[in-house]
């Protein structure tokens, strides 16, 4: 899955958590995270929920998503 890079900083931003403490968190690798915010990977569908659930957001408030 793709994440939209924006709505993924500001849903980082407004949890409060820096990309190396949400990896933490939810058990990811640093790279992992860099890697997505600087669009060079996707996520599983798995990894996905697990950020939106660190985020505390819902995954579709995450994901780039075409109609």
């Not at 990309?19 to 997505?36: D, N, P, Y």
């Not at 996707?42 to 780039?64: F, Q, Y």
Request: hydrophobic share 40%; charged share 25%; proline share 1%.
């Amino acid at each position: 899955m793709k994440l939209n890079k924006l709505k993924f900083e500001i849903a980082l931003a407004n949890s409060g958590h820096s990309a190396t403490s949400l990896a933490r968190e939810v058990g990811l690798s640093q790279s992992i995270v860099s890697k997505t915010l600087s669009g060079t990977r996707n996520m599983s569908p798995r990894t996905v929920g697990k950020v939106a659930k660190g985020l505390g957001v819902k995954v579709e408030d995450i994901i780039e998503m075409e109609i």
